[in-house]
C-alpha cells in the first residue's frame, strides 16, 4: 500500500512551526507499518521551515534506520531549497544518532 500526504491539504497554511510538523510526523508514524511508500507532496509551495522539517523528517531519522527512511519516504514537489534544508536536517540528524550510539 501507498500512502499519499499533500502538505497543501493536509496542513492548508500551517507549515512553520513545530507543532504543524508533529501533526505530520505524527500521521506517517501511523502509517509506517502499513505503507511500503509515503509520498509527501509539498506542492512546490516554499516552506523554508527548520523548525517544520525538523520536527518531521529530524524526528523520523532517530526513529529510523537511514535505509528505511530513503527506501520508504519520498518527498515530491520541493522547492530546491527546502530540498537542501531537508537534506542538511537529515544529515545532521542522522551523524547525531550515530554519536550518540557510539558514546554509550
Given amino acids: ?6 502538505i ?3 496542513c492548508e497554511k ?3 512551526t513545530r507543532e504543524d ?7 506517517i508514524v501511523s502509517k509506517w507499518v502499513d505503507s511500503e511508500k509515503i509520498e509527501i507532496d509539498f506542492g512546490n509551495v516554499l516552506i523554508a521551515s527548520v523548525s517544520f522539517f525538523d520536527e518531521i ?20 514537489n520541493m522547492q ?3 530540498r537542501a534544508l531537508l537534506n542538511d536536517i537529515l544529515k545532521s540528524r542522522l ?3 550515530e ?3 557510539q558514546s554509550s
Fill in 21 to 27: 510538523g508533529k501533526k505530520v510526523h505524527d500521521y
Fill in 80 to 82: 530546491e531549497f527546502d
Fill in 8 to 10: 497543501n491539504s493536509y
Fill in 57 to 76: 523528517f529530524g524526528k523520523l531519522a532517530f526513529e529510523y534506520t537511514r535505509n528505511e527512511l530513503t527506501s520508504k519516504l519520498q518527498p515530491v
Fill in 1 to 6: 500500500m501507498e500512502t499519499q500526504i499533500n
Fill in 99 to 101: 554519536l550518540e550510539s
Fill in 14 to 16: 500551517n507549515v512553520v
Fill in 95 to 97: 551523524r547525531q544518532k
